[in-house]
């Protein structure tokens, strides 16, 4: 060991640079953690009785673009899995309808057995946000989306 001025002297130096040889494997295993643990919404099926229907057409739109609205046979009216009062219907469609440059597709399913006085309420409200595509959903419409996927 060499000596200087009366102590020893390192040989190596502390390195002023980062070490980026594992960087790629940090960000590997990070991108692998965020992967797994990613939770997609899921849609959640309302328990009704699909309504019967001889023809139905395919809703063209992006699953972004469609709002779905369930009624159930005692009136209840669920938008986005949250159970909403009938009157504040048009209050939560409007925005989400001007959000969508005016392209959203509302698809109210209701039940078979729902009083007509429920559909035509719904319908008001929806008249009232200003949402003008309005799909009925049937049991044919669903089986068909069951074979697309």
């Known amino acids: 060991?060499?000596?200087?001025?009366?102590?020893?002297?390192?040989?190596?130096k502390?390195?002023?640079q980062?070490?980026?040889?594992?960087?790629?494997?940090?960000?590997?295993l990070l991108l692998i953690f965020f992967m797994l643990t990613t939770v997609f919404r899921t849609e959640r099926?309302?328990?009704?009785?699909w309504p019967a229907a001889e023809a139905t057409e395919q809703i063209d739109e992006k699953?972004?673009?469609i709002m779905n609205i369930w009624l159930e046979g005692n009136g209840d009216v669920w938008?986005?899995?949250?159970?909403?009062?009938?009157?504040?219907?048009?209050?939560i469609v409007a925005p989400e309808w001007q959000a969508s440059g005016r392209r959203m597709v509302v698809s109210l399913r209701a039940?078979?057995?729902?009083?007509?006085?429920?559909?035509?309420?719904?319908?008001?409200?929806?008249?009232?946000?200003?949402a003008i595509y309005l799909v009925f959903a049937t049991e044919l419409e669903r089986s068909m989306a069951r074979e697309r996927r």
């Open 79 to 91: 938008i986005n899995d949250r159970l909403t009062p009938m009157e504040q219907v048009s209050e």
């Open 111 to 130: 039940d078979a057995n729902v009083p007509y006085m429920y559909v035509d309420m719904v319908q008001e409200q929806l008249q009232q946000a200003g």
């Open 63 to 65: 699953r972004d673009n």
């Open 1 to 12: 060991m060499a000596m200087k001025q009366g102590g020893f002297e390192r040989k190596s």
């Open 45 to 49: 099926d309302r328990p009704i009785e």
């Open 14 to 16: 502390a390195s002023d």
């Open 18 to 28: 980062i070490p980026s040889s594992s960087l790629a494997d940090i960000a590997f």
